[in-house]
């Protein structure tokens, strides 16, 4: 697996779901300025299977996102966070995106002008390796993705995958 950021800061515990890559939903709770928890629903084995909660136990707002597996599946993670990593406040928002639609933001739906963007753009969904980051007690501090490295058929995913993290 190819381990792609995490964005956002870097205190905290980590958390991993790799190997992970059927998605059929994903559990969010925010504010209006932060990330709380995130949850995932994976498919695996013929089971769905719901992942450890990633953040805060409290929940101040939380939407469920239950895809149409296995016909829906994620093209692109993006959002925001403040901060230079060390000295942040975590992400402040977060964006899911599939291929057939499109669910948030969450958290702060306008960045701030010291808010930094983020968007992980996977095109192809067969190159989703699961999840990564840091947590701390009262939110989710940053997140990444695992990318499969398709060796055999790269000529059929080549530009597939685009990471962008902009101010």
Not at 11 to 29: K, L, M, T, Y
Not at 44 to 59: R, T
Not at 60 to 75: I, K, Q, R
Not at 110 to 123: A, D, G, Y
Request: proline residues 3%; neutral net charge; contains cysteine.
């Amino acid at each position: 697996m190819i381990k792609v950021g995490p964005v956002g800061s870097n205190v905290g515990s980590i958390w991993e779901e790799n190997g992970r890559s059927e998605v059929a939903g994903i559990f969010v709770s925010f504010t209006e300025n932060t990330i709380q928890s995130l949850q995932f629903l994976f498919y695996e084995n013929g089971n769905y299977v719901q992942s450890n909660k990633h953040g805060s136990d409290h929940s101040e707002n939380f939407c469920a996102l239950l895809f149409d597996y296995p016909s829906e599946f994620l093209t692109s993670i993006s959002g925001s966070y403040i901060g230079d990593g060390y000295l942040s406040t975590g992400l402040d928002a977060i964006k899911f995106n599939t291929n057939k639609g499109c669910y948030g933001p969450f958290g702060r739906t306008e960045p701030t002008s010291s808010s930094k963007r983020f968007n992980f753009e996977l095109r192809n969904h067969r190159l989703f390796g699961g999840f990564h980051g840091t947590m701390s007690r009262h939110a989710v501090e940053s997140i990444g993705i695992y990318v499969k490295p398709v060796i055999s058929s790269m000529n059929y995913l080549k530009g597939s995958l685009r990471v962008k993290a902009e101010k």
